[in-house]
């Protein structure tokens, strides 16, 4: 799964922490993070598959 987000950084960590957390039957292996620039262009959230 490939998340993009924008936010300030404790809102942004905060998800981070709901990510690794998954729901209860989930087994989450790992979360690689790459913090680059706001674009400021991301709209509202979809699904796209």
Known sequence: VE???EG???ALEGF???LRQGPRAAR???VAVAWLP???DLGPFG???
């Open 47 to 49: 699904v796209r598959g």
């Open 16 to 18: 981070l922490d709901l």
């Open 28 to 30: 989450i292996q790992d």
């Open 38 to 40: 706001a674009r400021g």
């Open 8 to 10: 300030s950084a404790d």
């Open 3 to 5: 998340v993009e987000a």
